[in-house]
Every structure is written in structure tokens, then in C-alpha cells.
């Protein structure tokens, strides 16, 4: 079959189109005919080598954790999931190699859930990490009904979700992101605010008496103004900045993959609450295009590819 591999660390220049092996189905796996593939900055920042020690990559390695598509093959042991089944998943394995940037691929099942039928395989292949990684970071805030939230990275492909999702639970959301994207930003049910210089007064500004939670989607200097922007037993929540934990006693995300979290944004999405924004799709053969697009950044929303 197709896939896209790599087989020395480096930029997108190292990704090629190559024939590989089938992927092996185990007892509690189903392989699923990809019909498209979702991108994500860790893609990159692995092929990189720049999360060595952290997630192991077995070269040469198929990249890709984000994939919607059909089951063409059922392991000994997954009732849950049938042959001609729409699902998608965040197919997350403990090492990188048989990723989902491919024809097929083996999916664990606790990785997976049907998927949302009110949407394309294009737009759910854009939900997984993303989706999952707005839902539990928010829950590990503690973000519910009358929070005040301040969401940095609003625009991005996480913070697209964790706005929507913060709106729907009944919370005030305040989002940062820059002015080409106010309109943006406001669709999705969250004030605007303008990063860069000033944010710690317009914010204040927006809510005098400070923030319940602040999630950070954004990394770099989003968190310097939060000790003067969280309220009295606020919560700081990052997937990008350790100091969320270590300075102000929060808490530092790296996503689950979690099938029961997968259905609840499904079924958000079939119930109107979340829309999916896709940013842009090409096809398997200009993945390593989708990535430099991904890496020069300010992409709002999701790039995926079509297999």
C-alpha cells in the first residue's frame, strides 16, 4: 500500500511517497481504510527529532495520528466497531511508526469512535487530537456553567474547539487571537481579544474582576500577564507552557486518547454545537506541502490529507 514515510529525522523535505506493508491487526485493533488523515504541529516537531526521550519514533516511520475512514478489518475482540463501519480515531501508539498518513491503517479501538454522520471524512479526520485535547484540558480546568474563561490561541486548531466546547458548557469566553481573525473568533461564541502588546489591559479591561481559568493553546508569552489576570482560586491550564504547573499550580496537558471523550465531541458535532473548520486538504502525494504549510503557523482551523 501507499504511505508517506520518513526515514531520517529532518524538515518535510525527508517525507516521501513509498510502498509499505499492510498493517498488522491484533486482537483488540481494526484497520481502516483511510479515507483522510489530520495534521498536527507535534507531527512535525517528532519528524524534527525535537521530542526524542518523549515520544519514540521507529524508523523509517509513517507519520499520523488523526484519521477518519472505514473498518475493512475487525480484530478477534472489538465488539464495538464492524466491517463497513465509519469511524474515526486518535490512533495514537506509545511508539511513531505505522501512523495514518497511509492507504490503511491498524487502529486500537480504545482510540476510536464512530464517527459523527452529519460531517465529511475530511472534516472528521480535523477533530481527534485537537477535539480531545480542548475537552479534557477544559475539564481539567474545571471550566463549567458561569466559569469566566480566557482561552489564548483561540483561532488555532485547538483553541477553534476549545471555544465552542467552553461556550456550550454555559462559560463567558474571552479568546485571544490576532485581528484577522475577530469575526472569527466571535462565530465561535468567545470575545475577541488582540494578542501582543497591551493584551493584560485589554483583558482586565474585558473582565474587571479577572478569570476563573485560563487555557493556553498558544504557547510562547501567552502566560506572562496571569498572575495579574487570574481571579482568587483560578486555574491555569497549558499544552504548552510548563510554568501553567510549576509556577502557578495548574496544570500541564498532554492528550489521552479516550474513545467515550471521542464520542461526546461526536455527538456535540451531530447535535449542532461544534462545527468543524477545515483550513485546507491535499492529496497523499503533497503531504510534505500541508506540513510547510502547517509550519509557517497562523493556520485557523485544520489542514488535512485525502487518501
Known sequence: MRAITYAQFGSADVLELTDVPEPHIGPDTIVVEVRAAGL???????????????????????????????????????????????????????????????????????????????????????????????????????????????????????????????AHLGADVVGTASARNHHYVCDLGATHLEYGQGLRERALEARPHGYDAIIDFAGGDSLDDTAALLAPEGVVASIADPRAASEYGGHYIWVRPDSADLAEIAGLIDDGHVRVEVAGSYPLEATADAYRELERGHVRGKLVVTV
Open 40 to 166: 498536527n504541529p507535534v507531527d512535525y516537531k517528532i519528524r524534527e527529532g525535537h521530542l526524542e526521550g518523549l515520544i519514540d519514533a521507529r524508523l523509517p516511520a509513517i507519520p499520523g495520528w488523526d484519521v477518519s475512514g472505514v473498518v475493512v478489518q475487525a480484530g478477534l475482540d472489538t465488539p464495538e466497531f464492524s466491517v463497513g463501519d465509519e469511524v474515526f480515531a486518535y490512533a495514537r501508539g506509545d511508539v511513531v511508526a505505522g501512523g495514518t498518513l497511509a492507504e490503511r491503517v491498524a487502529v486500537p479501538v480504545r482510540t476510536a469512535a464512530h464517527k459523527p454522520a452529519s460531517i465529511t471524512h475530511a472534516q472528521a479526520a480535523a477533530v481527534p487530537l485537537a477535539g480531545l485535547t480542548a475537552l479534557q484540558t477544559l475539564r481539567r480546568a474545571g471550566v463549567t456553567a458561569g466559569s469566566t474563561v480566557l482561552i489564548h490561541g483561540a483561532s488555532g486548531g485547538v483553541g477553534t474547539f476549545g471555544v465552542q466546547i467552553a
